[in-house]
């Protein structure tokens, strides 16, 4: 059993240290922001499949390359919440649900809700300069018929905080397993939202490099002590309630 349960441990203690007293103490209180997104894309979801509301959905949170770029940065807040019509709603519904509470708990909710941004739109501008390379530049370019394919929505959030997360709190593994499961999606179906998910994870990389650089410039602890650390009980509460690691500075 402590074959299975070192591991474990090493790799998620940290989180688990982090999320299961907040949710003990405060339960779903602890994460509000996660569940108004989750149920905002409940309704998104179900307006999007009525005849009177497909097109005000589309008009208001599909995201598409050919569209002018103005356009599209408006209508990326909500594209975080339009789930893909041709996958299982219940399934991006869980991964907001489990990914988003987490991030809200460590991170805090304005730092959720600003990476999960980054992430989407790291997507949507990749999708602009691949369709622009064309498909002749190898992996990096699309073809020009992904101009009038839809962004990826809430997914691209997802891996990104997944990745940020699981880099912040020491589980690498986990984050590392989530690129790995990426890039094999890219290479067994080369699609537009596999490809985003991709170019999502190089942006929250270059988030997770930058503080990095200024945990380390400032002098302080990375925030990866264990929440029996002094300066992690001190920053736990600003951060969200992630008791052992301060707040991430952007």
């Not at 997802?158 to 999606?185: K, P, Q």
């Amino acid at each position: 059993m402590n074959r299975v349960v070192r591991p474990a441990r090493a790799e998620w203690g940290l989180l688990y240290d982090t999320v299961r007293p907040a949710l003990a103490r405060r339960r779903l209180r602890a994460i509000p922001m996660t569940l108004a997104a989750v149920c905002l894309a409940a309704v998104v979801h179900l307006v999007h499949h009525q005849s009177w509301g497909y097109r005000f959905i589309e008009n208001a949170g599909a995201v598409r390359a050919e569209e002018p770029l103005w356009l599209a940065l408006l209508r990326t807040p909500l594209s975080l919440f339009v789930p893909a019509l041709d996958l299982p709603v219940w399934g991006a519904l869980a991964q907001i649900l489990i990914v988003f509470g987490i991030a809200e708990i460590c991170l805090g909710r304005w730092r959720t809700l600003a990476i999960a941004y980054v992430a989407t739109l790291a997507g949507t501008l990749y999708a602009r300069v691949g369709i622009a390379l064309g498909p002749d530049v190898h992996f990096v370019g699309l073809p020009a018929s992904d101009a009038r394919v839809v962004d990826t929505g809430p997914s691209a959030a997802v891996v990104g905080l997944a990745v940020f997360v699981g880099w912040r709190y020491r589980a690498y593994f986990t984050a590392g397993a989530v690129v790995v499961a990426m890039v094999v999606e890219v290479l067994v179906k080369e699609n537009l939202a596999g490809k985003e998910h991709l170019a999502a994870i190089a942006a929250v990389l270059v988030v997770c490099g930058i503080d990095a650089v200024r945990q380390r410039r400032s002098g302080g602890s990375d925030g990866r002590d264990g929440p029996g650390g002094s300066e992690g009980r001190a920053a736990g509460s600003s951060a969200g309630g992630a008791s052992g690691v301060p707040p991430i500075q952007f």
